[in-house]
């Protein structure tokens, strides 16, 4: 699975994370990050405020979460 597949199955909730999913689903430069130093280097290229930027970090500990739960499958 990738962080794109990710963003795209995953709920947005009424947070920060939720917010943020929701930006990168309308996003249509949203690229398909490998890393987490990849993710925020996109996001502080676009300007995105601290609060994002944390929101962002939170969704891409959930995918690796996700990640090891798939391979431990």
Do not use: H
Request: one cysteine or more; aromatic letters at 10%.
């Amino acid at each position: 699975m990738t962080f794109r597949e990710y963003i795209a199955q995953r709920r947005c909730g009424d947070n920060p994370q939720g917010d943020f999913v929701g930006d990168a689903r309308r996003d249509r430069n949203f690229p398909d990050v490998q890393s987490w130093p990849g993710l925020k280097l996109y996001l502080v290229r676009r300007g995105a405020c601290e609060e994002a930027i944390a929101a962002a970090q939170i969704v891409w500990q959930g995918y690796r979460a996700a990640l090891r739960r798939q391979a431990g499958a």
